[in-house]
Every structure is written in C-alpha cells, then in structure tokens.
C-alpha cells in the first residue's frame, strides 16, 4: 500500500470537519502513533451508551483496528459524556491539543443513515436488540449485540433471517466463549475425557443479586415527570406505554420489568447457557423438553425471579438451569466452590465445572489434560471485541454467529413460557414451534407498539 501524505491545509479542513461534528477518520501520515492505516480501520457507531454499553466502549477503544465515531442514548447527558470520553481518547492517542470527530445522536436512525459507520454496537434495554439489530443490517451495518437477543421468540427468528439475508457480521455479546477456560472445559467434554455426557447443570444470579433496597419495594410504580433531556417515548419504543417511574429506566431496573426483558433468566442466563450448548455440541439446536417451575416478582419488575428447569436434548442429555439460590445447595453437594453462576458438565467417567473465576474438575487430572493433535481443538479468540473487528474486516465466522444466539435464548424464552402458562413445553427443533398448547405457541411473538415494527 502506498504512502499518501497530507498538507497541514488538509490536516487542517480535516479538523475542522471534525469540530462541527462530523465523523471522520484521520489520514495515519497527520497521526504520527497511529499504526493501522485509516483504509483498514472499521468505523464504529454505539448505540446505547450507559452501563454495559459503556463498557463495551471501553474495550472497543483499546481495538487498534477500530475507531468509535458515533455514539447515541436517548440520554442526553450519557451521550455527551461518552462523545467526550472518545474525544479525550483520540486526542492522547493522536498526540492531538483536542479532538472532535465524535458525532451524537439521539434517535438511532439518524445514525444508521450514515454510511462512513462499518458497524455497531447494540448495547440497548433489552427490548431494542433485535429492532436496532435489524434496521442496522438492512441499512449495511455489521453488528455487535449484547445479550439477550429478542423479547420473543419470533423476534429472534426475524433477527436470524435479518442477518442472513444481508450477509452482514453479527456477533453475540456471550464473551465468556473467549475466555480459555471456558473454552478448554468444553473441549474436554466434546473430546470424551469426562466419557458421556448426560447432565449439565447451568445457573446464575437472579433479581435478588440486586441491592436489598432495591428488591424489597419490587420497584417505584409511582408515576413522576420525565427528566429533561431524556427521551422516554423514543426509550420505550416498540414496548408497551407506561408511565414513567424512578427505577424503570435506571440501570438494572430495566432487566426486570417484563414490557423491556424476560430478566436474567435470559439477561444472566444467557451466558451459562451458552456454554452448555458449546460443551454439548447443540449450537444448531434447542431441548426439545422443558419441564419446571418458578416464581414471578411482584410491582414494577414482573419478570421471572427464581426458576429450577429440567430441559431434554434430543441426544438424551438433560440441562438442569436454575437460578443461584436454587442451584447452591444441589451444585454445592459436588462442588466445593461454588460461585453465583457457572456451567458444569457430568459424564459417566467425571464432572468439569466452569465460571468465570477458573476451573474445576473430578477427577482433578482433567485439568492437567493436554488435547491431542487429533483432538477438537475449538476456536481460540481471547478478546472478544477484537474478534468481531476481524471478522468484520475478513468476513470470518465469529465464535457467537446469529443462529448460536438464537437457539440458545430459545431456552430461556422456553422454560419464561412454561413457567407463565405452569405446565411443561415441548419444542420442535425442527420447525421452531411449540407442540400442541396453542396458549403458550401464542407467547413465542408480542405486539409492537405505535409506528414501530420489525424493519
């Protein structure tokens, strides 16, 4: 690739660009630390800035092949700090007095009209993955997306046939398939060293994770005016109208209320369960059996609060997936350190455990297990916003491709239904729908409200 230099009178209009806020990318000849050339550099737009997606941010920063230059919140203040946070960035990077090349937006679609935007980053309430998702691919965009996928199971077949139809990168936000222990556990179950597998045990935190406080009242019902600067009807989008509250919009009050998310039953869950369908080798597939109970929240929150499932794989291996509370006393009795969340795997010759605090086994040799050559050795990514950047610039497969996401949130929606309608859910992988209970089969889509449909 040949050498272009730029005149400081193009170094200049370039700036001046960027200070009204245009997003632009700087020449690498102007930048003298920048060591990937403008030309292969994937440009970012972030939709949803506030806690997850700030972190998300955060490591997409540190991708020396990406560069961030749009960032959009129907908060107003979130948006401009994380504008100023890029900005700050870029100016220590580029050795730059100040830089103003991040474009804020408030309304998503304006962002998505962009063309200079490669990809994006999706890291809304829950309720907004899947209609962000698809008007981005169909606008061009590559996309990153936090779990959990859709508020419905057709929501997630549409974002599925969404991605496929435009060709376009999609990556799940299940980072833990990055981390090396998670991914030698589920080489030692898909090599035999633990022999058949037959149970898998998945769980992870629920509601009461949260601040005592917070639980207790099940959340502010008490209507209040909307804050200045924040759009409310833009947020709720495609939910149900309801009045504004204290702790609807706040961090970690949106996972909980049912209009938004089926809460960390498929928010938390979302990770261990995907582990399970790594190690059991399901990632094209869903249990066809879902048979349990669990409890609802009561007040604002209206998601699942506790929940024990029994769910039954064609290859005859059962997933017990539960909430912490519930999963203590049954994983404790193997398992002598046991944490919030994790995924274990139990064969006929031994068990493999996983969180992300490390990794346990019995027998304890297993951990000592060099794979053979002739062994499946799985894809190995250590960072996963890396990942994505690579494939969107290579169009490789992603370790968390849109089908993997859709089929494991499948069990999450699942095992929501059979609790809401209390009896047990067969599914026909097959075809996508629930077998004989036409109740639960109408569950598996919601309405959308107003205008708001799935591009």
């Not at 990770?271 to 669990?294: F, K, R, S, V």
Request: proline share 5%.
């Amino acid at each position: 690739m040949s050498t272009k230099t730029i005149s400081r009178r193009g170094f200049l209009r370039t700036a001046a660009a960027a200070a009204i806020g245009i997003p632009t990318i700087i020449p690498a000849s102007a930048l003298g630390r920048i060591t990937t050339p403008p030309s292969d550099r994937i440009t970012l737009g972030h939709i949803g800035v506030g806690g997850r997606g700030g972190d998300l941010l955060n490591e997409f920063l540190q991708v020396e092949k990406s560069q961030s230059v749009a960032v959009c919140d129907c908060f107003g203040d979130r948006r401009q700090a994380r504008a100023q946070q890029i900005n700050a960035h870029y100016a220590d990077k580029f050795g730059l007095a100040a830089y103003r090349g991040v474009h804020e937006f408030g309304d998503f679609r304006e962002l998505l009209l962009h063309q200079d935007i490669d990809a994006v980053v999706i890291a809304t309430p829950d309720h907004w993955h899947v209609p962000i998702g698809i008007a981005a691919v169909r606008s061009g965009k590559h996309i990153y997306v936090e779990k959990p996928l859709g508020v419905s199971i057709r929501e997630n077949q549409a974002m599925r046939r969404a991605v496929q139809e435009s060709g376009a990168v999609f990556q799940y936000g299940t980072q833990q398939r990055s981390w090396g222990q998670f991914r030698f556990a589920c080489e030692l179950v898909r090599n035999g060293y633990i022999g058949r597998l037959h149970t898998m045990h998945a769980w992870c935190p629920d509601i009461t994770s949260q601040s005592a406080d917070f639980v207790a009242h099940g959340g502010s019902q008490q209507p209040i005016p909307v804050p200045t600067g924040f759009d409310y009807d833009l947020w709720l989008g495609p939910a149900p109208w309801s009045p504004y509250t204290a702790d609807r919009c706040r961090n970690y009050g949106t996972y909980h209320h049912y209009d938004n998310s089926l809460g960390f039953i498929a928010g938390w869950g979302a990770h261990p369960l995907d582990i399970a369908q790594w190690g059991n080798n399901t990632d094209d597939t869903a249990p066809i059996e879902y048979h349990g109970n669990g409890q609802l929240a009561e007040g604002l929150f209206t998601s699942v609060s506790a929940w024990d499932f029994r769910c039954l794989y064609a290859n005859d291996v059962t997933l017990r997936f539960m909430n912490e509370a519930t999963a203590k006393p049954i994983v404790s009795a193997y398992h002598p350190a046991f944490r919030d969340h994790g995924t274990t795997f139990i064969g006929d010759e031994g068990w493999v455990s996983v969180d992300r605090y490390g990794i346990y086994a019995a027998p304890e040799a297993l951990l000592n297990v060099k794979l053979r050559p002739s062994d499946l050795h799985l894809l190995e990514r250590d960072k996963h916003a890396m990942h994505f950047i690579e494939c969107v610039r290579t169009r490789i497969p992603t370790l968390c491709p849109v089908n993997t996401a859709v089929q494991s949130d499948f069990i999450s929606h699942l095992c929501d239904i059979s609790i809401r309608v209390g009896r047990k859910i067969l599914w026909n992988p097959q075809t996508e729908e629930i077998i004989g209970d036409t109740e639960a089969a109408r569950m598996m889509s919601r309405p959308l409200r107003g205008q708001w449909r799935l591009w």
